[in-house]
């Protein structure tokens, strides 16, 4: 059984800085491409960041680039976000989500519950 179960989330001020973790079980992070997805109330999904599995890549959505960085620990079997200098604009439940295959957010098909990040003065 895949399983992804995110953790870290919580309430800072702008400028602050949060951790991500998203702890798999049933298959390797090695193997698979992890992606971190976010949505704000009221808003569509929104693909932040992916480590792909073939060659370690990293991509970023164009506001987060400078601040936040995906990375993969292989030893424990998690990938993380690093945010920094948070914004507002970055308040939203963040989930993420992999799969062996696939090659955007979109079409992964194991997802973790979420958690929310909320920032604000």
């Known amino acids: 059984q895949v399983r992804l179960v995110e953790s870290g989330g919580g309430s800072v001020e702008p400028g602050g800085s949060l951790r991500l973790s998203c702890a798999a079980s049933g298959f390797s992070v090695e193997y698979y491409s992890i992606g971190w997805i976010r949505q704000a109330p009221g808003k569509e999904r929104e693909g932040v960041s992916c480590i792909s599995s073939s060659d370690s890549s990293t991509n970023y959505v164009d506001s987060v680039k400078g601040r936040f960085t995906i990375s993969r620990d292989h030893a424990k079997n998690t990938v993380y976000l690093q945010m920094n200098s948070l914004k507002p604009e970055d308040t939203a439940v963040y989930y993420c989500?992999?799969?062996?295959?696939?090659?955007?957010?979109?079409?992964?098909?194991?997802w973790g519950q979420g958690t929310q990040v909320t920032v604000s003065s």
């Open positions: 989500a992999a799969d062996p295959v696939g090659s955007t957010w979109s079409d992964f098909r194991s």
